[in-house]
């Protein structure tokens, strides 16, 4: 039998985070207006509040001290939290489901102060020359005894030089392609470790690039088997861009909620503009979009919830639908807003360039579209 109703503890779930959302977060959006980063005692009020809300790792299994949150109970949050700015919705932070493998001494280093809010993670997967192939990655670690020595570089690092610790990928055996890469937890302050750029984009995300160069890592500091990199990469990736797709349909249905007031309340020639028949028009086919990638990004949680070992398909349906629709609906609310839609500071044009990278990371759309065809076609 489907069905499309929540239980009792998600819809608790939706309600809270919805309060905090518009009550705690909401609020302070104008400050992101005159400045990128938010107010340092801002940023940990709202962290300390998701902590008390249980947001905060909401994503990590309960053995390990997360939340224990399924997978679309996940999804529901991040979907509530895509309805405000992006660096507010960090402040709730999900840290990397990899992080949930380490054992012993890495558990106590690097996953619980994670999970407390202490410490930061973040994925270096990316190079210059290997963005979208990531089999294209030529960072190595090659043994020294029991450690690993990391050179390379990697680029477009969100939060590089905020984050205390990397997951980083990285060729450990002599086979191209994607055979031969392997993951490695460093330490931000490993010696060797250096930010050499900070890349500025059209919205505000903080960037930067990371040079490796003889960064010792002990062998313990390995996730997974080695050579077992691209598969931890893709488990990842599988989470991501279903998460992706539930952030993107939050920032479409704040961009839906924004033009239904403003159509509510504009007047032209005497009629609100939600009288006209060419604004219902525009106004249903972004309703429809919205509902349409729900569809998409609740059936990859779901997927993932009945135990399906990969969601790579339906993970991948979900991000390319949702962040094309969500560009699309979001364009939809900046024209129906005429002048005021491009004016610096509203909220449909913050969403607009907000929007713009998640078609780009996780994997592009055209990436997305080449795994989905490849299953549909049964192709490698
Ligand atoms: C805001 C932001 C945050 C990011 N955060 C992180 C992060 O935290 N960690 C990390 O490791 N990386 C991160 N990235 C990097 C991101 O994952 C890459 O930018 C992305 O994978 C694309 O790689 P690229 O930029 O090298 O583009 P390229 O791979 O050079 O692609 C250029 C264009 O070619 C298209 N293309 C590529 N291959 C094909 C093909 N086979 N057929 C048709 N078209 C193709 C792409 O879709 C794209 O349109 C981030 C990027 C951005 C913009």
């Known amino acids: 039998m489907l069905n499309f109703s929540l239980s009792d503890e998600q819809q608790m779930l939706v309600e809270m985070t919805r309060s905090f959302v518009e009550k705690e977060m ?22 300390k509040k998701s902590i008390e809300l249980g947001l905060h790792a909401c994503n990590l299994p309960e053995e390990v001290g997360g939340g224990g949150l399924d997978a679309v109970s996940v999804m529901l949050i991040e979907k509530e939290l895509g309805r405000t700015s992006l660096a ?31 410490k930061r993670d973040c994925i270096a997967m990316t190079e210059p020359e290997a963005g979208s192939d990531v089999a294209s990655i030529t960072t190595t670690a090659r043994t020294d005894g029991t450690d690993y020595l990391i050179d390379g570089c990697k680029t477009w690092i969100s939060n590089g030089g905020i984050a205390d610790h990397y997951v980083v990928f990285a060729r450990t055996g002599e086979e191209s392609g994607t055979r031969g890469l392997s993951a490695f937890i460093v330490p931000a302050d490993s010696p060797g470790l250096s930010i050499t750029e900070r890349i500025e984009t059209i919205a505000p995300h903080p960037l930067a ?21 691209f598969k931890v990469a893709m488990a990842t990736l599988d989470i991501f861009r279903s998460t992706v797709g539930a952030a993107a349909l939050g920032l479409a249905r704040r961009a839906l909620s924004e033009a239904v007031r403003f159509v509510g309340e504009r007047k032209i020639s005497d009629r609100v503009l939600a009288s006209y028949q060419m604004t219902q ?25 009945s ?22 609906v979001i364009d939809s609310a900046v024209q129906l807003h005429g002048g005021q839609g491009v004016r610096t500071g509203r909220k449909v044009e913050e969403l607009y360039r907000d929007i713009r990278a998640m078609r780009v990371y996780e994997g592009a759309s055209e990436i997305q579209k080449l ?3 490849r299953q549909t076609l049964g192709v490698p």
């Open 26 to 47: 909401m609020p302070h959006e104008a400050i992101l207006e005159s400045t990128d980063d938010l107010p340092p005692e801002l940023a940990s009020s709202l962290k």
């Open 88 to 118: 507010m919705a960090e402040c709730a932070h999900r840290p990397l489901n990899i992080l949930a493998a380490c054992k012993g001494k890495q558990a106590a280093e690097f996953l619980e102060p994670t999970i407390r809010g202490d």
């Open 209 to 229: 690039t990371l040079e490796f160069d003889s960064v010792r890592v002990p062998a313990e500091l390995r996730v997974g088997a080695p050579g077992e990199g």
């Open 281 to 305: 028009a525009r106004i249903a086919d972004m309703a429809t979009g919205v509902d349409a990638a729900a569809l998409l990004v609740y059936r990859a949680a779901w997927t993932k919830d």
């Open 307 to 328: 135990g399906a070992p990969r969601i790579s398909r339906e993970a991948s349906m979900a991000k390319l639908f949702a962040t094309e629709e969500a560009q699309r």
């Open 371 to 373: 795994i989905i065809a």
